[in-house]
Every structure is written in C-alpha cells, then in structure tokens.
C-alpha cells in the first residue's frame, strides 16, 4: 500500500514538477494582458471640436473629431452637424469624414464658413468622405469644395 501511494506522489509532482512555478506564470500572464486589454476602449474620444454660428444666428454647424484606439483597432474621423439655433434638440449630420490615416497630434483642418444665413461651405478636408448631405431643415444648402 505505502508503494502504491509513493507511485501516485512520484507520478503527481512529474505532472505538476512546481505548482508555485504554474501560479507565478499565470499571475506574469494576467500582468502582461490586463493591461494591454484596457487599453482597448469601446468609446471614442472626442479631441478636437468646432462650432460656427450662422449669421443671424438661425443655424449652428458643429465639428468634432474623434479617436479610438485599440491594438489593431485605432481610428480616426470627422463629423459636422448642424441643428436650430439656439436651442434646436434636433441635430443633422451633415458630413463624416475618415481621417484614420492621420497623425493623431494634428488638428482637424476642417473649415465652416457660413456663405449665407442658409448655405454652409466646409472646406479643408483631410481624408475621404464616408457620407454627405447636401441639404437638411429644408432650406438649408451644404457645399463641400
């Protein structure tokens, strides 16, 4: 019986030569994909933002630029959209433009200049256009050059 037990000692610590070896190097595992794994976000970053009042003020274009970052997931894009002024609830999308291949540390050289009370020029885009209004509220015109 004692040979038996020794036999099934001897077989265990071949298998799992050092439990505390198999702890350290889960715990150097868990170390090194945490972090890594939070650095993953779900939710864009909004790092540059613009807004241009109308003249008259019946309209307000706003421009934010947003970043995700992630390993193999980063991004980069532009959007502007306009609303009522001044206390509009509903809010337009009016352009969205990828900027992904742009460095993160340039600002977005998105420009809006009202032509008139009801026509939006944006101009100055750096990269490629993934949607694109040319009208909203109606009477409002969006030229993009």
Do not use: H
Not at 16 to 25: D, E, K
């Amino acid at each position: 019986m004692l040979a038996i037990t020794t036999a099934k000692r001897a077989l265990r610590s071949e298998r799992f030569p050092n439990a505390s070896s198999m702890t350290i190097l889960g715990l150097l595992c868990m170390s090194l994909v945490c972090p890594f794994m939070s650095g993953c976000s779900n939710n864009p970053e909004v790092v540059w933002s613009k807004k241009v009042l109308s003249p008259g003020g019946q309209f307000e274009a706003r421009s934010d630029t947003y970043e995700q970052s992630g390993p193999g997931i980063a991004d980069r894009w532009t959007t502007i959209s306009v609303r009522q002024a001044p206390n509009g609830i509903n809010t337009i999308e009016v352009l969205e433009v990828d900027e992904s291949y742009v460095q993160s540390t340039q600002e977005s050289r998105i420009k809006m200049v009202w032509q008139t009370p009801t026509v939006l020029r944006i101009s100055g885009i750096n990269g490629q256009i993934d949607f694109q209004a040319i009208k909203c509220f109606g009477k409002l015109s969006i030229e993009v050059i």
